[in-house]
């Protein structure tokens, strides 16, 4: 990959109820495989995470009750 590759995140809930629902963050992953996101809630935040599977187990796996879904913008 050597384009940044930009992602969406949407959920349908909140369990921590810190950061809502709907369109929740944005991101990009670098060819470095790096991906770093941005919060759209009112405690927004800038996060920079080693790789997809960090992230992914963080802000994904954590929370399934959540039912996030990614959307790339391919």
Do not use: Y
């Amino acid at each position: 990959m050597n384009q940044p590759r930009l992602f969406s995140i949407v959920r349908e809930a909140d369990a921590t109820g810190i950061s809502g629902t709907g369109h929740v963050l944005d991101g990009v992953i670098f060819h470095t495989g790096q991906v770093v996101v941005c919060w759209r809630s009112n405690f927004g935040s800038i996060t920079i995470f080693e790789n997809w599977d960090a992230f992914e187990n963080v802000h994904l796996k954590a929370h399934p009750e959540n039912k996030a879904k990614v959307m790339f913008h391919d």
